[in-house]
C-alpha cells in the first residue's frame, strides 16, 4: 500500500520559515515526479512546487518563487519543501504528491496523495 506522510507544519510569524517533509513507502519513489500542493479553506487546492524523479528539474509557482526550496533525497524516499519569508498568504493545508507520468503543475496529474499538513503564518 502506498503512503506519503506529511510532518513538519506548524504556526509561524510572518517572515519566519518553515521545513516540510514527506515521507514516501510502497512505491518505487525514484520512479515518481513528486509535488506540493496547498489548500486554504473555501478555496481549490492549488499548485505550490514540483521536482523531478531524479531533482534535474523543479518548477514553483509564481506565488512562492524565490521563498520556496523543493529538494528530495531518494536514498531516504522522502521529499522536502523548505519555506523561507512565510506570508499570512501561505497559510494552507499542504499536502504531498507523487506523479507517474502525468502534468506535474495540475491536481490531476497526481496519482497518490498525503493526508496533509497544516501551515499557519500569523500576521
Known amino acids: 500500500q502506498v503512503q506519503l506522510v506529511e510532518s513538519g507544519g506548524g504556526l509561524v510569524q510572518a517572515g519566519g520559515s518553515l521545513r516540510l517533509s514527506c515521507a514516501a513507502s510502497g512505491l518505487l519513489f525514484s520512479r515518481y515526479d513528486m509535488g506540493w500542493f496547498r489548500q486554504a479553506p473555501g478555496k481549490e487546492r492549488e499548485f505550490v512546487a514540483t521536482i523531478s524523479w531524479n531533482g534535474g528539474s523543479t518548477y514553483y509557482s509564481d506565488s512562492v518563487q524565490g521563498r520556496f526550496t523543493i529538494s528530495r533525497d531518494n536514498a531516504k524516499n522522502t521529499m522536502y519543501l523548505q519555506m523561507s519569508s512565510l506570508k499570512p498568504e501561505d497559510t494552507a493545508v499542504y499536502y504531498c504528491?507523487?506523479?507517474?507520468?502525468?502534468?506535474?503543475?495540475?491536481?490531476?496529474?497526481?496519482?497518490?496523495w498525503g493526508q496533509g499538513t497544516q501551515v499557519t503564518v500569523s500576521s
Open positions: 504528491a507523487a506523479s507517474f507520468g502525468g502534468r506535474r503543475t495540475v491536481v490531476a496529474g497526481y496519482n497518490y
